[in-house]
């Protein structure tokens, strides 16, 4: 077992805290610890990441309060290890990722934490737009829409693109039903190509669009 000097006390905590995750993670990283944990990287626990989110997903969904405290520690630990692994090669730490998310709520958030008057929550999100192009350096529509990240499900990737492209007024009055012609259209292939991935398909019509926006603020 790990040579922890207060070890008995620490297995015997009433209650654990933040910040005993992050030393349980550093132990269990360390030489010593669990021969798993110390051989994961970025890369190895990725998609474990976006398992736990899901499942965190899947219990708000089912309003079940207990499962979703469970899973909402699953994706805390996800957090916990990646900025571990992050550290350890000393590229960031907790306090880089705190700081950076702390500062980026209080940018963001004007009307609270400045002078800033709203009058509502469509306010609210016109300034968080605003603001975070401007600090991404987006000077246009289509820079934004590349910002999505392309990791994304299709379905998802393309709604957030449509939605970017609704803000300059195109497909504004038609949006669900540009959204329907891009889903059916992707549907429609995959049948009439047998082994054709919709998902495939959705994502490069999504890509054509992006580029069809561009185009068209660049006109």
Same mark, same amino acid.
């Given at each position: 077992?790990?040579?922890?000097? @207060?070890?008995?006390?620490?297995? @015997?905590?009433? /209650? *654990? #805290?933040? !910040?005993?995750?992050?030393?349980?993670?550093?132990?269990?990283?360390?030489?010593?610890?669990?021969?798993?944990?110390?051989?994961?990287?970025?890369?190895?626990?990725?998609?474990?990441? &976006?398992?736990?989110? *899901?499942?965190? &997903?899947?219990?708000?969904? +089912?309003?079940? !309060?207990?499962?979703? /405290?469970?899973?909402?520690?699953?994706?805390?630990?996800?957090?916990?290890?990646?900025?571990?692994? =992050?550290?350890?090669?000393?590229?960031?730490?907790?306090?880089?990722?705190?700081?950076? &998310? /702390?500062?980026?709520?209080?940018?963001?958030?004007?009307?609270?934490?400045?002078?800033?008057?709203?009058?509502?929550? #469509?306010?609210?999100?016109?300034?968080? @737009?605003?603001?975070?192009?401007?600090? +991404?350096?987006?000077?246009?529509?289509?820079? =934004?829409?590349?910002?999505?990240?392309?990791?994304?499900?299709?379905?998802?990737?393309?709604? +957030?693109?449509?939605? %970017?492209?609704? %803000?300059?007024? &195109?497909?504004?009055?038609?949006?669900?039903?540009?959204?329907? $012609?891009?889903?059916?259209?992707?549907?429609?292939? $995959?049948?009439?190509?047998? #082994? /054709?991935?919709?998902?495939?398909?959705?994502?490069?019509? $999504? @890509? %054509?669009?992006?580029?069809?926006?561009?185009?068209?603020?660049?006109?």
């Amino acid at each position: 077992m790990t040579d922890i000097p @207060d070890l008995p006390e620490f297995l @015997d905590k009433q /209650c *654990y #805290g933040f !910040d005993d995750l992050r030393r349980i993670v550093a132990i269990l990283r360390a030489p010593g610890g669990c021969p798993w944990d110390a051989e994961q990287t970025h890369e190895s626990i990725r998609k474990n990441f &976006i398992e736990e989110t *899901y499942e965190a &997903i899947e219990a708000i969904n +089912k309003g079940d !309060d207990a499962l979703l /405290c469970e899973e909402l520690g699953d994706v805390l630990l996800q957090v916990a290890l990646h900025t571990e692994i =992050a550290r350890e090669r000393g590229a960031f730490g907790w306090e880089q990722v705190t700081d950076g &998310i /702390c500062r980026k709520l209080i940018e963001r958030h004007p009307h609270v934490f400045g002078a800033t008057q709203v009058t509502g929550v #469509g306010d609210v999100l016109l300034n968080w @737009d605003a603001i975070k192009r401007r600090s +991404k350096g987006q000077a246009s529509t289509g820079q =934004a829409m590349e910002s999505v990240p392309r990791e994304l499900p299709a379905l998802m990737r393309a709604e +957030k693109l449509q939605k %970017k492209a609704a %803000k300059i007024g &195109i497909g504004e009055n038609d949006l669900n039903g540009a959204m329907g $012609a891009l889903l059916f259209s992707a549907v429609q292939v $995959a049948r009439l190509l047998p #082994g /054709c991935d919709a998902e495939l398909v959705l994502a490069e019509a $999504a @890509d %054509k669009f992006l580029e069809q926006v561009k185009a068209q603020e660049s006109a």
